[in-house]
């Protein structure tokens, strides 16, 4: 059994820290890396993206609404020429940064709000769809395991990549429960790991009101800008080898 983990990074601005990346960037296979909509800066990126080649970790594009006041988690009513521009500038923007650091992107995951909408808003997905497809139609999309938008995506010939979170609490109906609510993050190190394991050996998680629900995951998410993130993912990694999981990337 394999599974490849993957962190969002490059999400620092200015003089505004995000997230941990020198030190996550050891722990996952690959990296969704901010391309300026939602966070990051050009100096910033071009820095993780070397450090991701330096280590061997496969490098995505992480696009989002242009929402960098709101860290891109608010919705938007975007019309389909917009958005399927705007998710063409982000790839582009990363690739260009990624061709200087030595490497290609080879992935695209949204961020945020457009992640949570595509997962079910058809109209919204195929613009994401046929921007990726526009640039480059290997590359692979990351979705929300058990969402509408995988067979959306693999119906247009794209590869989709089925996505679980290692500390985000889920609903029966397999979306994830909203970061309004308590409870909706997990924080107990331990818990997480294990849940992380039995996740991949079941094929499910409890959701939030206690109901078994399937996930098939390909990646699991390892959030780098929570609390005690460097050590939530340490305690993964060693609880994923310890019951002899391979950790590697989805694509190379």
Known sequence: MYIDLNSDLGESYGAWKMGNDEQILTMVSSANIACGFHAGDALGILNTLK??????VTIGAHVSYPDLVGFGRRNMDLSRGELIADVLYQISALAGLAQVAGASVKYVKAHGALYNTIAHDAHQGQAVIDAIKMFNPDLVLVALAGSALIEQARAAGLRVVAEAFADRAYNADGSLVSRRMDGAVLHDTDVV?????????HGGVQSIDGVFTPIQADSICLHGDTAGAVEMSQAIRAELIQNQIQIRPFCG
Do not use: I, P
């Open 193 to 201: 790991a294990k849940r992380v394991v039995s996740m991949l050996q």
């Open 51 to 56: 450090q991701a080649v330096k280590l061997g």
